[in-house]
Nanobody, 124 residues
Framework: QVQLLESGGGSVQAGGSLRLSCAASGRTFSSHGMGWFRQAPGKMREFVAGINWGGDSTVYADSVKGRFTISRDNAKNTVYLQMNSLKPEDTAVYYC?????????????????WGQGTQVTVSS
C-alpha cells in the first residue's frame, strides 16, 4: 500500500515556475514507477510525466517537454515535478500516482495509487 500527498501548487503568472512534491508513505516506494497527471476543468485527466523506479528513465507529454522535469529521491520517498515557463493552459489539478510496476507508462490505468491532487493556476 502506498499513500501519496502532493504539495507545492499555487498561483503564478505566465512564465513563472513552481515545484510540486509528492511524499509517499510505505516501504515499497522505490519499487514503483511514478507519474504526474493533470486534469483541467471539463477535460479528461492527462499524463504529464513519468519516472521509473530507479530514476534513470523519464518520459514526458509533448505539451510539457523541455519545460517540466520529473525527478525522485527514493531515500526521501518523494517525487518532484519542476515546472518552468508555465502557460495558462497548464492550469489544472495535478496528481501524482504510483504505477503497478517498475515503469511509468503514460496511461492512467497502469497506476493503482493516487494522491488527492494540488491546484496549479497560471494567469496570463
Amino acid at each position: 500500500q502506498v499513500q501519496l500527498l502532493e504539495s507545492g501548487g499555487g498561483s503564478v503568472q505566465a512564465g513563472g515556475s513552481l515545484r510540486l512534491s509528492c511524499a509517499a508513505s510505505g516501504r515499497t516506494f522505490s519499487s514503483h514507477g511514478m507519474g504526474w497527471f493533470r486534469q483541467a476543468p471539463g477535460k479528461m485527466r492527462e499524463f504529464v510525466a513519468g519516472i521509473n523506479w530507479g530514476g534513470d528513465s523519464t518520459v514526458y507529454a509533448d505539451s510539457v517537454k523541455g519545460r517540466f522535469t520529473i525527478s525522485r529521491d527514493n531515500a526521501k520517498n518523494t517525487v518532484y515535478l519542476q515546472m518552468n515557463s508555465l502557460k495558462p493552459e497548464d492550469t489544472a489539478v495535478y496528481y501524482c500516482a504510483a504505477s503497478r510496476g517498475y515503469g511509468a507508462p503514460s496511461y492512467s490505468h497502469a497506476y493503482n495509487f493516487w494522491g488527492q491532487g494540488t491546484q496549479v493556476t497560471v494567469s496570463s
